[in-house]
């Protein structure tokens, strides 16, 4: 029903940045149903972790160790979010998922829809 498909990723030196785009696409009803969306990484034998959100509204949320490297952005018309990383460090160093939720309810569920990317690579060298 959506599908988000991230871009972006590759690989950089320590102190380079990047920027990582995903664009959901979808049936209308449900992409202007989308609430927020946001980055979550999954290093290698880590648990996957929350980097950043956005609401519809614009208010923005980041885990204390991006916060003031990385910025994230979104445009509503283009059902984009992006995520700009600057002075990017070797634990930065994940797999980065794109992520949505809906305020609208699967009834099978009983719970909110949510989406998710299949990934982009970041690799950050010392």
């Known amino acids: 029903q959506v599908q988000l498909v991230e871009s972006g990723g590759g690989w950089v030196q320590a102190g380079g940045s990047l920027r990582l785009s995903c664009t959901a696409s979808?049936?209308?009803?449900?992409?202007?149903?989308?609430?927020?969306m946001g980055w979550y990484r999954q290093a290698p034998g880590k648990q996957r972790e929350l980097v950043a959100i956005?609401?519809?509204?614009?208010?923005?949320n980041y885990t204390n160790s991006v916060k003031g490297r990385f910025t994230i952005s979104r445009d509503n018309a283009k059902h984009t979010v992006y995520l700009q990383m600057n002075s990017l460090k070797p634990e930065d160093t994940a797999l980065y998922y794109c992520?949505?939720?809906?305020?609208?309810?699967?009834?099978?569920?009983?719970?909110?829809?949510?989406?998710w990317g299949q990934g982009t690579q970041v690799t950050v060298s010392s």
């Open positions: 956005i609401t519809s509204g614009g208010s923005t």
């Open positions: 992520y949505g939720d809906s305020f609208q309810i699967n009834r099978a569920t009983m719970t909110a829809y949510d989406y």
């Open positions: 979808g049936s209308d009803f449900r992409l202007d149903a989308i609430d927020t």
